[in-house]
């Protein structure tokens, strides 16, 4: 049994740390809101974020993110990416040299286009860094669905600690080297996903959600390895599943505000109608950013980007990607005739 600090009490933290209390472990969750942390400890469920999932009586919960911390075997970071720099540098002062954080958030930060890990590792440089992620939603893991993940880290063996303490019948962990890779799909889904939903709300069909899915993960593909990421890592559950379940989900707070958006509401209002914080749009400027930078065409990412932040009409951003240039599909590939 090891003694885990979970920080951040949103849908996703009180999932997991639902499976780590189920496989026996020792856990600690932390909010910053103490109405959140009453709530939690009254209720027994997060019942405005993870309604119908209750937890077991043997969760406990604080607001002290020292208590949270200290003497911890292993900390879950879970609070939306948007907060992970901040957050990290106030758990700063209370980790251990060598102390194994998993990250869990989706994003990369937009002033410094670091992803994630790479912020935790500038802020808390002496813990032992690793991620996780994967499709996964927090509404189907806290039920005890079955789901697959991938544990990532530098080391082997970071990897398989994290692998060794979320493991069970239900919720399979892989393990991966590639942690670029699987960062890169994990935040860039987000932002296909919105383009999906944009989609669903203008009342488009099958045809142009395979069609986003499919270009979509070709545009994370090609930033993906500019940056580094190897294939196997994009084609796997990090890239391909991960885009697969945030763009055909309901449960997707990504996709269900590109459906508003389709309808005619602007950024903020969707944002303020799924109530919940949606990452695609914190990670579609970085992604641009990043796409600048290492010289790479993103054309739905960019269309994307358009829509949120300069008003564009969705149906005009779809017409864009419609009528670009006539391309062949795949550059690489070698006509045998001339």
Not at 204 to 217: E, H, P, S, V, W
Request: with cysteine; net charge negative.
């Amino acid at each position: 049994m090891a003694k885990i600090g979970m920080i951040g009490a949103g849908s996703w933290g009180t999932a997991l740390a639902a499976v780590l209390d189920k496989n026996g472990h020792e856990v600690l969750v932390w909010s910053a809101i103490e109405a959140e942390v009453q709530m939690l400890q009254e209720h027994q469920e997060h019942i405005e974020k993870l309604p119908g999932v209750k937890l077991a009586d043997t969760i406990r919960y604080t607001s002290d993110l020292k208590q949270a911390v200290s003497g911890m075997d292993a900390l879950v970071l879970a609070v939306p990416s948007m907060y992970t720099r901040q957050t990290a540098h106030s758990m700063a002062p209370y980790v251990a040299g060598g102390q194994l954080l998993i990250s869990v958030a989706k994003g990369i930060e937009e002033d410094t286009l670091m992803t994630l890990s790479q912020v935790i590792e500038q802020e808390i440089p002496q813990s032992a860094t690793a991620v996780l992620c994967g499709p996964s939603h927090a509404e189907e893991v806290g039920r005890g669905m079955p789901s697959a993940l991938v544990a990532g880290a530098k080391s082997r063996e970071t990897a398989e600690r994290v692998q060794h303490y979320f493991m069970n019948e239900a919720f399979r962990v892989y393990t991966s080297p590639d942690v670029v890779g699987m960062e890169i799909g994990a935040s860039l889904k987000n932002v296909i996903a919105l383009a999906a939903g944009m989609a669903d709300g203008l009342g488009y069909g099958d045809n142009t959600k395979a069609a986003l899915i499919t270009r979509g993960i070709n545009e994370i593909g090609r930033l993906g390895l500019a940056m580094g990421a190897k294939y196997e890592t994009l084609s796997g559950l990090t890239g391909i599943g991960d885009l697969i379940v945030t763009c055909a989900s309901m449960h997707s707070r990504n996709r269900r505000a590109g459906i508003l958006m389709g309808k005619g509401y602007s950024m903020k209002q969707a944002m303020d109608e799924v109530k919940m914080v949606v990452e695609g749009v914190y990670s579609a400027k970085a992604a641009m950013g990043l796409a600048k930078k290492y010289g790479v065409d993103l054309p739905i990412i960019e269309q994307v980007n358009a829509a949120l932040f300069d008003n564009k009409p969705v149906k005009d951003a779809v017409y864009e990607l419609m009528t670009r240039d006539k391309k062949a599909e795949n550059e690489e590939l070698a006509w045998e005739a001339q």
